[in-house]
């Protein structure tokens, strides 16, 4: 016999899982979670909240040492590192009782503890405080995230090689930092430490930074970064590493030839790996490839009554996507027919100094999909309130199929662009064309007239370039 029979259960309390426990308790599902660590997951912990409390901090930096072009005085302008963490843990302890409170508010059950599929419909749990109970449930819904992956001779120390966790509560303020990898979590631990003073090289292995972006976007934001007074290494990477005192030498190769460089830290942003150990995946009959969960678009697994969501599944891994599975695993549960997920219709968003946003298909993956393209660009350099705002940095494309109008992706760098990419992601939902986009109007002065802007260049009727 279980000790207590719900219809759903939920492991993990991430983005994805607090979401589909809530969701399901809304449908009048009872409810469970198990969490062997911290209500809110990697995302509200030790991921997108912390940094982007951090990378706050950061901006606001950089604009003091700016207040004379505002016609301000600021003296003495210095940052206290630990007041920066404790500040960024402040506000994720906030929401992690904000999370607590909504699961109790809507009476999921919460167990501390990790979590194994016992089949049947069962899951066992080994609870933080002792002991062992069991859940059964129709619906269990794997949402266990992920963790940094870790290659061989970069295995982080917490003293001079770092991931995230780390970055994020620093045992001291790096002098110079070497960054492995440009993803988004390298790029924003990168544009931070450098904004707070700190000698910043990006080593990426493919020929561009940022790689999952438009072509245009990477080539402007390396440009904006070694202006910045970072070091960009493209096409390179990092074979050794060798301790050398309270140091490491690091051996760069690029085109085969290679030169060592001293760091006092390394930060390894080198991907994740999805948390599948001792959950019984196997024993279940839980399909998994390359460490993540094997789904369709309504998050079913290849077992029955199992579901997965967030990190733990296939990419893109971001939080946003993982709460929206959560509504469809949650749906699923409980009878309804939930829309299935279209990745394309995902916006992705990099919190550095300028932000980077996008949706759909760039440029080059629109050609080679065998689309004639229109494309449109407007600069920041064009919009009042950029120049207002003293924000000139940046631009938005966007890129049409020629033939039907069809608004096939969207790409930003820029000052706030992270708001505005929603606009897009919209449109692209709605299905809409240039014709809806061209005959909204949008309110003047704002940002998101740019987006207009770059429209109307598509389709030749751009008006303030």
Request: charged share 20%; glycine share 12%.
């Amino acid at each position: 016999m279980a000790d207590e029979s719900h219809d759903l259960v939920v492991i993990g309390s991430g983005p994805g899982g607090y979401v589909a426990a809530i969701r399901g308790a809304q449908l009048g599902l009872s409810v469970a979670v198990v969490e062997r660590e911290a209500l809110g997951g990697i995302c509200l912990n030790w991921g997108c909240i912390p940094t982007k409390a951090m990378l706050r901090s950061s901006e606001l930096f950089l604009l003091m040492q700016r207040a004379g072009e505002f016609g301000l005085s600021v003296a003495d302008i210095d940052c206290d590192l630990q007041a920066i963490v404790d500040r960024s843990r402040s506000v994720a302890g906030q929401l992690n009782r904000g999370v607590a409170h909504l699961l109790k508010k809507n009476r999921v059950t919460v167990h501390m503890g990790e979590a194994t599929l016992a089949g049947e419909g069962r899951v066992q749990v080994s609870l933080s405080g002792g002991g062992v109970m069991t859940l059964a449930a129709r619906t269990v819904v794997v949402a266990t995230g992920a963790r940094a992956r870790e290659l061989p001779a970069l295995e982080a120390d917490g003293d001079l090689i770092w991931t995230y966790r780390h970055a994020l509560r620093p045992p001291r303020m790096p002098k110079k930092l070497l960054v492995i990898g440009s993803g988004a979590i390298g790029i924003e631990f990168a544009s931070f430490y450098s904004a707070l003073g700190a000698d910043v090289t990006v080593v990426e292995l493919v020929d561009r930074i940022l790689p999952v972006e438009d072509a245009e976007v990477s080539s402007f934001a390396a440009k904006v970064f070694r202006d910045q007074g970072m070091t960009i290494k493209e096409k390179s990477s990092v074979t050794g590493l060798e301790r050398d005192g309270g140091r490491l030498l690091a051996t760069i190769e690029r085109d085969g030839a290679s030169e060592k460089h001293a760091f006092d830290t390394v930060i390894s942003a080198v991907g994740i790996v999805g948390n599948i150990e001792g959950l019984g995946l196997a024993e279940n009959g839980v399909k998994v490839e390359r460490n993540q969960i094997v789904t369709d678009s309504l998050c079913r697994t290849s077992a029955e009554g199992i579901l997965a969501i967030g990190d733990v599944t296939a990419p893109p891994w971001l939080a946003h996507k993982a709460s929206h599975e959560g509504v469809i695993a949650a749906e699923l549960a409980a009878g309804q027919e939930p829309h299935p997920l279209d990745v394309r219709n995902i916006a992705g968003c990099t919190y550095c100094h300028p932000q980077i946003a996008s949706v759909g298909l760039t440029e080059e993956q629109a050609r080679d999909a065998g689309y004639e393209v229109r494309i449109g660009r407007f600069p920041f350099l064009g919009n009042g309130k950029a120049i207002a705002l003293g924000e000139t940095e940046g631009f938005i494309k966007t890129v049409f199929d020629s033939s039907t109008g069809e608004l096939l992706g969207a790409h930003m760098i820029g000052a706030e662009v992270t708001e505005l990419i929603q606009g897009f992601v919209v449109g692209r939902q709605l299905e809409s064309t240039e014709e809806d986009f061209m005959t909204t109007v949008f309110p003047h002065p704002t940002l998101s007239e740019m987006m207009h802007e770059s429209v109307l260049d598509a389709f030749g009727r751009v008006i303030h370039m």
